[in-house]
């Protein structure tokens, strides 16, 4: 299992931990986003990546764990596919926004067959709470969202991330040019993320050369 860099500071973000590179505007209107209760449906993702990487939304899930405190063996795993979502409206609000990189941009959300999971998992977590006890959890990337046609480059590997929390707030800019590939980053974890894309189908390869 990888966790991957982006996906992870919408996580850190919509669950109020500090993120650094947030907007302090986005912060602020996230501030009683609480994703153990809110509706997922209108949650989506949107990045903006480097024109050397191709997205593989078919490969990702979200790995959610969550647990009652002094029950960690008893975890709960919840298994979230991620899909394209196809909003019309949102492209056209997307491109106005703030960005720092002008590669290809890629809207991602749950799939409706799992709503009914995450609602019964919401649920749990709320019955969990009205006993008095103190619950866990966790998200994960499983998959990677991106595959590489080429390298990773020695320098900087810039994403824009927004999210779109729900209908009233609409799309907020989460990270504006988010360096993936920082200075000291783990390469294996970066490469795990986004791994090599698989070669063509020959016939594919011919047609492209022609």
Known sequence: MTRGLP???LASALSLSACNGVPLSTQWKLRSFDL????????????????????????ARVVATYWREGEEAAKRVLMIRLVPAAHAEDR???A???SATSGGLMVFEADRRDLAAIRAAQE????WRESGAKAHGSLDLEGGLYCRRAEIPAGAVVFDVYVHADDALGWLPLLIGHDAHPSGADEKKLADFMPPCAPAPANVAAKARR
């Open 7 to 9: 996906f992870l500071a």
């Open 36 to 59: 153990s209760t809110a509706d997922v449906a209108p949650l989506r993702l949107a990045l903006r990546a480097p024109d050397w990487l191709e997205p593989t939304p078919t490969s």
């Open 92 to 94: 056209p609000i997307l």
């Open 96 to 98: 106005g926004l703030e």
């Open 124 to 127: 749990e977590g709320k019955r």
